[in-house]
């Protein structure tokens, strides 16, 4: 007998080249077409991701431009009217920001919705006013969703915590990419040489967006305590670096005298050769974190990860890398040291269980499985939250 194919809509705000938005061209591109026919709607024409899911094939593409992140009523009848052309069987809102929208499209079109949750321990202070009654918004509204898919356990004891439904989670953790994440050493001295990194240097690298959750205040004063103690130290901190806080960043860097001990690249395209090049990734988030991908990918890598215990990232890494406290550089230094400390066979085989354990938990493929899986079981599931 034939497989029912369904309809699937996967809403996300714009593509930009982070995390979350890696993870969502992994499961457009990868799901089994006999199972889901698929439909991509985008609410911001910008991203660097955008021009290659339109190359994707078997997908439908839409923007449909939303300015802010509140609805406006020509927004919602433009998003409806697409809607009701696809004919769902699924709506599914990958980030904050859509979800509250796709349940109300959901309601309207009678189909069932699934959000996807992809933080945890979130300190909203940071943010606007918007930001944190769309949160407030959706823990109320989250039991009429049909499921919500969160990417990490700490992301489900929080949601939990701050009244989000817990008979609707699942926990699904991402996907990383092991066969675009290999050690791969030309690539990696590629980049050393571009930074300048001599062979007998030890180059230490943060990967992640200047935000608040990242934390690059304790990563920039940990650097300074180091570059104190030893010359052979290089730091690199790589990701997007446009918004005001990264002239702040900046600016503190100069003020604690890392001078040439640091560089920043700004967003990049080769991470594979960012990875390999360094000899340390650092997470250093002090919130926010669910499932960091910059830790799954560096160690499919091979790189030895220090992290903070935020999220799920002492899961991640288990026992192939070091785990302290959020918001402290002293304990930041010392992790440092430990690592540079091993002899180059505890680390060869410190690098290499890293890979391994990458591969043997958090592979694409058991995040298509699972989520398969789920939204199957969301579609036949009798109950009905209409």
Sequence with gaps: ????????????????????????????????????????????????????????????????????????????????????????????????????????????????????????????????????????????????ADLLIINSFAGRDYYQAQGYAPEKMVVIHNGIDTDAFVPDRAAGDAFRQELGVKNEEILIGHVGRIDPMKDHSSFLRAASLLVRERKDIRFVCVGKDHSPLSGEMKRLSEKLGLGKALSWTGSRTDMKAVYNGIDILTSSSSFGEGFSNVIGEAMACGRICVVTDVGDSSLIVGETGEVIPPGDPCALVEAWKKVIGLSPKERQAQEEKARKRILENFTIERMLKNTTEHILATLVDPSDNV
């Design 1 to 144: 007998m034939d497989l029912l194919v369904n309809n699937l809509v996967l809403i996300i705000d714009k593509l930009n080249r982070g995390g979350a938005e890696r993870q969502f061209v992994h499961l457009v591109r990868s799901l089994d077409r006999k199972l889901f026919a698929i439909s991509v709607i985008i609410l911001n024409p910008e991203g660097e991701l955008l021009a290659y899911v339109k190359k994707l094939k078997e997908i439908q593409v839409i923007i449909i431009p939303r300015k802010g992140i509140l609805n406006s009523p020509r927004f919602v009848l433009n998003m409806y009217s697409a809607l009701k052309k696809i004919r769902p069987d699924i709506i599914y809102g990958f980030m904050g920001g859509t979800n509250e929208l796709c349940l109300m499209m959901a309601k309207l079109l009678r189909t069932k919705t699934v959000w996807g949750v992809r933080s945890s321990n979130m300190d909203l202070k940071h943010y606007g006013w918007k930001s944190r009654f769309l949160f407030r918004l959706g823990a109320f509204l989250s039991r009429y």
